[in-house]
């Protein structure tokens, strides 16, 4: 009875906070990003929706296999937790695989044998069948949760079908390099490494899909003093590849054309006021790249 309720409890304290941590890994995104700058707001519900659904589903199927694993004598718990941890499919495909029979006690020694034996595999008494024909229930047990699984999936792909569809027209995604907010990429980047410290942005890629926008919001503490400084080598151009860097900020856009650079780039920033600047690097082709771009 104690293990009962310890596993319970278990249950009842480990499914919340493993979707707490998902929610709490979505929310720090957040924070660090510029949150949904430049994106429309159906983009954010849809993921959101797609989230919550995904979670409903993976609890609707993990109660199912908990219950499952009560009738047939397993640990209800670590299973339940597996379909959570591992998504339902994956989990479900490996509860199918390694389940046991239904199995019931033995009513002279108590040991655990299958509802259908006819005699205790560890004392050799008889069993009645019409004892086992009262333990197997014919048809799918807490058949609620199933069904509501299947809802939540249903739900959860049309919400990721909007997602997809709405993020591949380019309608709901900010793509334009000379905009004030966010840029986002429908393409992809080989980055070997990107930082930002100390007002010293720091890039390393070796390819990237035409057209990729690489951003990074730097501050202007003293537009009519400082300068951008930009040192970027391209380790390899090819025919009409261009690597352009732009400077962003309100109805100022400022580009330049950094991918053949013989000496590090020096710009004054008197043409911008103080404050947040969207400094990004437009990549055309190049690979191989490293620059090191600051304020100073």
Request: proline letters at 2%; glycine letters at 6%; one cysteine or more.
């Amino acid at each position: 009875m104690n293990n009962t309720k310890k596993n319970k409890l278990l249950l009842y304290i480990g499914v919340p906070v493993i979707i707490m941590l998902i929610f709490l890994r979505f929310g720090l995104y957040f924070l660090r990003s510029d949150g949904f700058s430049g994106l429309s707001m159906l983009l954010p519900i849809l993921l959101f929706c797609f989230i919550l659904f995904a979670l409903s589903t993976s609890a609707f199927f993990a109660a199912w296999v908990y219950q499952d694993c009560k009738r047939r004598g397993e640990d209800p718990v670590l299973w339940a937790i597996v379909v959570v941890v591992t998504t339902p499919f994956i989990g479900l495909l490996i509860y199918f695989l390694r389940r046991s029979e239904i199995r019931t006690r033995c009513p002279a020694c108590g040991q655990r044998i299958s509802v259908k034996a006819k005699y205790c595999e560890e004392c050799g008494t008889h069993v009645e069948k019409e004892d086992n024909d009262i333990m197997v229930k014919q048809g799918t047990h807490h058949l609620r949760f199933i069904i509501a699984g299947i809802v939540s999936m249903m739900l959860m792909l049309v919400c990721l079908t909007g997602f997809i569809v709405s993020a591949a027209t380019g309608n709901s995604i900010n793509t334009d390099v000379t905009s004030n907010d966010r840029v986002w990429n429908l393409g992809a980047i080989n980055m070997n490494f990107n930082s930002y410290q100390g007002n010293i942005w720091k890039l390393d890629f070796r390819s990237a899909s035409e057209g990729f926008v690489e951003e990074q919001k730097m501050m202007i503490a003293d537009a009519d003093a400082q300068i951008l400084y930009a040192d970027i080598s391209c380790g390899k151009v090819q025919d009409d590849a261009t690597l352009v860097l732009w400077l962003v900020q309100g109805d100022v856009a400022k580009s330049f054309d950094v991918t053949n650079l013989s000496e590090p780039l020096e710009y004054p920033l008197n043409e911008f006021e103080n404050g947040k600047i969207y400094v990004r690097l437009q990549i055309n082709g190049v690979e191989n790249t490293v620059s090191e771009i600051c304020i100073q």
